[in-house]
């Protein structure tokens, strides 16, 4: 059975970050996460992402570099995570309770969902970067 990726964008704009509140499931709502989705079959990660954040958030996006590396989610799934830059369009939650904006210093104190906590000392390095 061919293993199941789920991508998730990492928008910096002025050296902040764009997460986004769940809705569903139960026990993952009100957390917060990267935005993103499943790669359909056949997809490339980064048409997937793209698809996905224009879906969820309403804006076009051009999809950079990894972030960290693989995040399994079950023993099928795993979850992998690539900067944005925003092309155009409003950000709008079509699919989440809310969107924030976050320096650095508050990715440790935000309730994320698991499997996106590994990626915060990358998505540090990278937030650091946008703004060198």
Do not use: C, F
């Given at each position: ?21 769940r809705n569903r ?25 793209a698809r996905e ?80």
């Amino acid at each position: 059975m061919p293993n199941l990726i789920v991508v998730a964008g990492a928008l910096i704009e002025d050296g902040a970050l764009l997460v986004a509140q769940r809705n569903r499931p139960p026990e993952l709502a009100g957390l917060w996460e990267l935005p993103g989705g499943k790669v359909a079959p056949g997809e490339s990660d980064e048409s997937a992402l793209a698809r996905e954040l224009h879906e969820e958030l309403g804006v076009h996006v051009t999809v950079g570099n990894r972030i960290g590396g693989d995040v399994a989610l079950s023993a099928t799934t795993s979850l992998r995570a690539y900067v944005v830059v925003r092309a155009g369009g409003e950000l709008t939650p079509h699919d989440h309770r809310a969107l924030r904006w976050v320096r650095a210093g508050d990715l440790d104190g935000l309730r994320w969902v698991p499997a996106d906590r590994a990626w915060l000392p990358d998505l540090a390095r990278a937030m650091a970067d946008e703004l060198a």
